[in-house]
């Protein structure tokens, strides 16, 4: 298939959670995190042609989603939310980068024309949920060829299900969160045998301020 050389990337505690309770924005957890740490990211951000988040991290987060911790030009902010219920008021819709909402045939018109009022693309890719099989080779076409991902677990899963990730870059936050239901890393049903899981390969580890960062290849 056609698609975006992809990366993950994210901030995870030592227990692989993302937030400190479900619902909870990872911005709490981000906190922790020194400016060396915000640096990586930001230089990972300005590496990359486009950016996604799913529209619950948009709701949850609020984030900006731009480069402004270095240098660099801000990639394209891609949304997919299958009924475009993304808030109007949200950061994404600021001038500082182009952004596309990737919704489905369910989207209401009225939400999808106030959100073309604020200047974002809105991609129908999908009937009632998006499919990310197509999504793939339109964003190539529209000249994405590198998508980092700073999604939540349910986004992470669609993608890793698919065989569509490429790296897993982590920033690991020394802290416990515990917890059966907080989200983790990626979400979703999960792999059920070992035949099937996704096999990842150390690349690199060092540390950024007072972090490791790791940074992992999918073994194909």
Do not use: Q
């Amino acid at each position: 298939m056609k698609r975006p050389y992809i990366i993950i990337v994210s901030e995870v505690s030592v227990d692989g959670k993302l937030t400190l309770y479900r619902g909870a924005s990872s911005k709490e957890l981000m906190t922790l995190m020194d400016h060396e740490a915000y640096r990586y990211l930001h230089e990972m951000r300005a590496k990359v042609d486009a950016i996604m988040v799913g529209c619950e991290t948009v709701r949850t987060d609020n984030p900006s989603l731009t480069v402004r911790y270095v240098e660099g030009k801000n990639p394209i902010r891609i949304i997919p939310c299958s009924t475009a219920n993304v808030p109007l008021d949200a950061n994404i819709f600021s001038k500082d980068a182009p952004t596309v909402i990737v919704t489905t045939l369910r989207a209401p018109k009225e939400r999808i024309d106030k959100i073309k009022e604020l200047g974002a693309e809105v991609w129908i890719v999908g009937e009632d949920l998006v499919d990310f099989d197509r999504l793939m080779p339109i964003m190539v076409d529209r000249g994405i060829k590198s998508l980092m991902v700073e999604g939540g677990a349910s986004i992470n899963w669609e993608l890793v299900k698919r065989g569509f990730v490429d790296e897993i870059r982590l920033i690991h936050i020394p802290v416990i969160v515990g917890g059966e239901n907080v989200p983790t890393l990626v979400g979703g049903e999960g792999f059920k045998s070992l035949r099937n899981l996704l096999n990842l390969r150390l690349r690199a580890h060092f540390k950024r301020g007072h972090h490791l960062i790791t940074e992992w290849e999918v073994v194909r």
